[in-house]
DNA sequence: TTCTAAACGAGACGGTACGTCCCGTCTTGTG
DNA sequence: CACAAGACGGGACGTACCGTCTCGTTTAGAA
């Protein structure tokens, strides 16, 4: 939020003009960092419920009123710190649209049955309901990870495994959404086939899309 | 939970034993849909972040040790609330699996666009994401909605549509997933096809979940 | 100040009205000696300076809510336990004005060498610079301690021993003020006489109001 | 604090010496009295609760370390303010004891009128009771107004109205209590003549003390 | 009818976290 | 070196809410 309304706080975004040097004491560059990884260190202990500021702030070293000159909230210092966790975001590119999707499923079931994974969707999840745009957080998703997972399909386009018509978008919301449900559903029903166990549960996701896509893909 | 551990509290739930006349007041059959009203009156208003005990207390004018003889806390109470209010779950039989599906994916479209319907999402997410039962609200979903979903596709076998070992599981997570997805991004992301019109949304995922469901369908 | 302008707030003094019982729980009665007990052996160990709500409410045994559905800031609450403190004020009566004077003297010396008597009118200076009531505060002190030390005079006027038109005021104001501009000295001035040791001072002060009321004072 | 523990604070007393020119910027001259102003303006609006050594330093535009190089703490910097503005103290001389007490009553009582004179004797007040020194704000009072108001006595003797062994000291903390105990009273008594109109107030308080120090004064 | 158990409204209570404010220290760049 | 600006650690404040408790009142079946 670039031009936002208030000059009086100027957020965690702030400074990020080039030559403009700020006069004061400037911020401790590590300090941002360090208050992450307490918050993600502290919730893995004592769960979101228990996340707390003061806990985090005693964690950090850092005096709270720190906090509340960079994040206005705890719900951004919640984003701030998942949205930090999800940053090492690597490419998909084993060479096959059929093991890329693999991939990216494999990947999502992982992260979402790790608690952490997990919070991010839940913020957003929250975000999603407030309307609040909880401190960009969603621009992450939507700016990484899914360009990430749609490069998939470009790729496919480019090896001619796939039609340029092919609906990528709506095979990243098939591939995200089902990997939500199963980490939904995980905690109260293993039985049933609903949560299969991880692999043959990926392969299944993957054949049913693969069988969805078939009208755009070439013969090869 | 029927065999609940701690006798003290009764919960909304006792009381069921037909014959069993308990001497005292008898408790106000009205109070607890009013109560309920109130939650989800105050949630519109106020948000989530919003509702409190006091809050539907005072608007449904009842005493806050009445809400707590009743819900055990207040996460119970919201789910109670959001329980009650998804109460009224219709069957879905139009006749063909097709047209079954799309009533389904718009149902829930429309489901989740409303604020209150998405909230019954968020209940679910934080549930899962706490480890709590959060008083047997995900029952509600996996006792009601997916049964009723899988009913279609009994419904499509028993017609001769489908052949009977079709992942009916997979493919009701895939339209339930996909439409969280739609649901998450709107706020943010209405261009770029990734949340289309609502009667096109709906049209593709059902071709999409058709053509993935190829292999199980009988030609006729 | 019966008719608050407000009735949200019900304030220390609510409940006066003999017959009108409230609904809800009662306030617990023991509860509002144990703060102010709380508050002034917390000022005893750790000075005004280290006086905090959180210490006095964990020292009580109670919550930082009911300190402040009783008191609506710390001053309040300060100025209550000063005021509870000071309570006991017994009358003097030695049977002759200068002697009763010199009872005056001493007490209110004795009673501003401690700290918490002299954090009364500390307090007292605080509230006349603030313009704010202070809780009543004031109201103690001009409504128990003053007539306390007038009585002195109406009893040596029925005695014989004064005119009924001796400035009482002012000979109040003369002795309260010396005996605060004594304790004021005390901490920096022990030479030069003028803090002299405490007997020494209260006859010489007792000596010269004797004379300045002279013309007032009766031969016999 | 001339032989102050620790070096590194250099304090406001410091480069007294004539000769020996400091290295470096030299020390801005004007904005000692600059802080001081603000700070005194700062009270004025604020009240002292609202005094803050931010606003301070924002009014006068100064930075906060500036402040802390000159003043060990806020305490130090209001006891400086205080004795800044009451550092014009002149002599009173008008030939009589009689008429220089009503001088020195009067002007008291104006003193104490004015919300920043009340100030400090509320200064000294907390200082009496901390303990502290206050930034040896107490010798101000004692060495120059203390002198000042016993030169009165001094001039008296050697005119040779009164004895030499008057008991100055009691009679100046008679006429300061009394007035203190004036301006104590004035926000809430306004009748019963414990507070009469200033005039009155001095002359009564003037010819009692004049009456208790009978013995010492000569015919003449 | 009288007694007794439970439901109920009201609101006090102990506790915990929030977000704000201020103090006194520090670390920059500029004069 | 002084100085303005402002980040920083620390800690108290006053608010809000949770879940528990203790009252007095109401409502019914049991004695």
């Excluded at 993600?40 to 004592?46: G, L, S, T």
Aim: aromatic share 6%.
């Amino acid at each position: 939020m670039p031009p936002s309304g208030r000059a009086l706080i100027r957020g965690v975004d702030a400074e990020t003009e080039p030559g403009t040097r700020r006069r004061g004491r400037p911020r401790d560059p590590e300090l941002e960092q360090r208050v992450l990884t307490a918050a993600v260190q502290e919730y893995a202990e004592r769960g979101w419920a228990g996340l707390t500021m003061d806990g985090v702030a005693r964690r950090a070293g850092v005096g709270k009123s720190t906090l509340y000159l960079r994040w206005p909230d705890k719900d951004a210092l919640l984003a701030a710190a998942v949205k930090d966790m999800g940053a090492a975001s690597q490419a998909i590119d084993t060479g096959g649209l059929r093991s890329d999707l693999e991939v990216l499923a494999r990947s999502l079931h992982t992260f979402y049955a790790d608690p952490t994974g997990w919070a991010m969707t839940r913020i957003m999840i929250d975000a999603a309901g407030s309307g609040e745009q909880l401190g960009g957080f969603a621009e992450v998703v939507n700016g990484i990870y899914r360009p990430a997972a749609l490069a998939v399909f470009e790729r496919a386009v480019a090896r001619g495994e796939a039609r340029p018509d092919i609906p990528a978008q709506l095979v990243v919301n098939v591939v995200y959404g089902t990997e939500i449900v199963y980490a939904m559903m995980r905690p109260w029903d293993e039985k049933e086939g609903v949560v299969p166990d991880p692999e043959e549960a990926v392969r299944r996701l993957v054949d049913f899309c693969m069988a969805g896509m078939g009208p755009w893909l070439t013969g090869q």
